[in-house]
């Protein structure tokens, strides 16, 4: 009998691989800390605190008894609708398990061992655990004041580059690349890497730069756009990719064929038309935003300005203050797998949570 263990044999590249670190479940905090569930506030991973839209709930129940059979999988009416709403083809919109999902079908399509992949040095964590599963080499562009610093990710741009993430706005630091820095950088994007714009916070934004134009000209791109934050869906894992027929079509071929399951599409196309919904969720996220400023302010805690439905703010030890804040109930995100150990991330919750969030930071700071 052979004594060699599977980790000899397995893929170098998964072994390498840090596994990526969720924000705690409510459950498992319950069962650890012996809380009350009901009573938890979990601030960890950017959803909506207004639940899903009552259409979409509505929309999920008239699936339940059609679950038996297979899901569109060519996505028809969602695609369609998607490729309606932002002016383009079917063929432009590519469904997804999530968009995170998207991000993992861009690295099957373009990564290999001698490629390179760009991103920002506070990125989204995501793209640098995908660029090791698939053995390639992991660029990462210093981002001063933890804004994306394009020129640079440009000139970082070699002939083994396939991709440049850019989050838009990025997630942990909830800020924004503008208009002319977007145009400038696509000015210098040669014809051998795909520029890939996430945009998974899209909605929250006042101001957004426009990257569908991109789209629409036929350039290398895609952009990413998700159902799992302001739209509040994030436990159906739908997300969507839009990109230039030639990237799209590729996207296509290494996807599963149901890689969108029938709730969470037909979930989706409810959310989308319902207005009402999303608007009270902005509404909401502006109010919890400016609570957030004003409470850092006011008691000389350092933050990033935001854009997003989170907050980035400075409190010492993240990992010390991620647990004292976890017993009295409040899950919040620390920071170090961002290099950022003295710093955690809130998301912006329903006001009664922000201000109970507001209340626990207090006690375990005095403490
Ligand atoms: C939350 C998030 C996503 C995607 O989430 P899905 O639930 O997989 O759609 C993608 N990019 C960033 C930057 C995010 O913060």
New binding site residues.
Partial sequence: MSTTSVKNVANQFVCDLVAYEPGKPIEETARELGLDPATIVKLA??ENPLGPSPMAQEAMRNEIDQVHIYPDGGGYKLRSALADRHGLEIENVVL??????I?ELLCHCFLNPEAELIAAEHA?V?YKLMATLFGAKYVEVADPDFIHDVDGMADAITENTRLVFI?NP??PTGTLVGQDALDRFMDRLPEHVVAVF?E??YEFLEDAPDTLKYVKEGRNVCV?R????AYGL?GL???YGMASPAVASLLQKARQPFNANAMAQAAALAAMNDGDHVQQTLDTNNTGLAYYEKAFAARGLEYVPSVANFILVKVGDGDVLFQKMLEQGVIVRAMRGYKLPEWVRISVGTQAENERCIEVLDEVLAS
């Fill in positions: 991973s950017n997804g398990n999530g968009s995170n999902e991000i989204f995501v989050a990025n997630n996430d998974a916070y990413l998700t159902f799992s934050k994030a894992r739908i997300g």
